[in-house]
Every structure is written in C-alpha cells, then in structure tokens.
C-alpha cells in the first residue's frame, strides 16, 4: 500500500510558477512510475505528466508540454510537477497517482494503482 500527500498548490496569477510536491510512503518508491492528473472544475480528470520509476523516461500531455516539468527525487520519495507560465485554464486540482510498474511511463489513469487527494491550482488572470 501506498500513500500519496500532495501540497504547493495555491493561488497565483497568470504567468507565476508553482511547484507541486507528493509525497509518497513506502520503502519501494523507486520501482513505482508516477504520473500526474488534474481535473478542472466541470471536466474529466485530464493526464498531466509521467515519470518512470529511475527517472529516466518522462512522458507529458499535449496541452502542458513545454511548460509542465515532472522531476523525482527517489531518496525523498517525492515526486514533482514544475509549473511555469501558468495560465487561468490551468486551474484544477493536481493529482499524483503511483502505478506498481516503474519500468515504463503511463498515461491512462485506470493503469494506476494508488491516488493522492489532490492539490488545488487557482491560477487568476
């Protein structure tokens, strides 16, 4: 079993930056791939960033490449989502989730096996 805490979120203007942090416990987190999600308000949850489990492969969505940058630090079992030029439709809750097989880079949220309860993003304009 696996428990995800995520925190950074906030309020910030168009333009700033965030860095979302999760947490993970467990002593095996290098060998789960992990993966970010969001959902904004009145949508389905949307697929953000992936990150295999040594770090090696990343993997993102078509509507955050080039400004979303998912990082992992396996010592902290933490995973991060770097969050530059925010705009106001980047506002959602930002989910991490964490799937048994690090070996690979996953964007379907069925394939993942454990979920955080989200950070929430209010990017104002």
């Known amino acids: 079993q696996v428990q995800l805490v995520e925190s950074g979120g906030g309020l910030v203007q168009a333009g700033g930056s965030l860095r979302l942090s999760c947490a993970a416990s467990?002593?095996?987190?290098?060998?789960?791939?992990m993966g970010w999600f969001r959902q904004a308000p009145g949508k389905e949850r949307e697929f953000a960033a992936t990150?295999?489990?040594?770090?090696?492969?990343?993997y993102y969505g078509d509507s955050v490449k080039g400004r979303f940058t998912i990082s992992r630090d396996n010592a902290k079992n933490t995973v991060y989502l770097q969050i530059n030029s925010l705009k106001p439709e980047d506002t959602a809750v930002y989910y991490c989730a964490a799937r048994y097989d690090g070996g690979g880079v996953y964007y379907i949220e069925t394939l993942y096996n454990f979920w955080g309860r989200g950070t929430q993003v209010t990017v104002s304009s």
């Open positions: 990150i295999s489990g040594n770090g090696g492969y990343t």
């Open positions: 467990g002593r095996t987190f290098s060998t789960y791939a």
